[in-house]
């Protein structure tokens, strides 16, 4: 069974960076995608950004096109989030996600337990 356990996320002022990281195991193998998510409290979960089977194509949403980039290591199965220029809006807990490319969580398989990143003003 696939299990996906997010690291490194934290405080962090606004303007700043984190990365996060995403490590899977059990059952896997190539020939699928994996993707980030977030939840604000009071909030849908929402895409933030994917990246293909072989670690080429890549998906963003639009407030993280420039300051996001995700990227996976194929070999360790790990799965990053480089996120620069935080801002407060970004405070969420941040999920990976494995199984699909697309923009729609019911699309994926599996899930991480989160990561709560939060950007203080």
């Known amino acids: 069974q696939l299990q996906l356990v997010e690291s490194g996320g934290g405080l962090v002022q606004a303007g700043g960076s984190l990365r996060l990281t995403c490590r899977a195991s059990g059952g896997i193998g190539i020939g699928y995608a994996m993707g980030w998510f977030r939840q604000a409290p009071g909030k849908e979960r929402e895409f933030v950004a994917s990246?293909?089977?072989?670690?080429?194509?890549?998906n963003y949403a639009d407030f993280a096109k420039g300051r996001f980039t995700t990227s996976r290591e194929l070999a360790e199965n790990i799965l990053y989030l480089q996120m620069n220029s935080l801002e407060p809006g970004d405070t969420a807990v941040y999920y990976c996600a494995a199984g699909a490319y697309g923009k729609d969580p019911s699309e994926y398989d599996a899930w991480g337990q989160g990561a709560q990143v939060t950007v203080s003003s």
């Open positions: 990246v293909g089977w072989s670690g080429v194509a890549r």
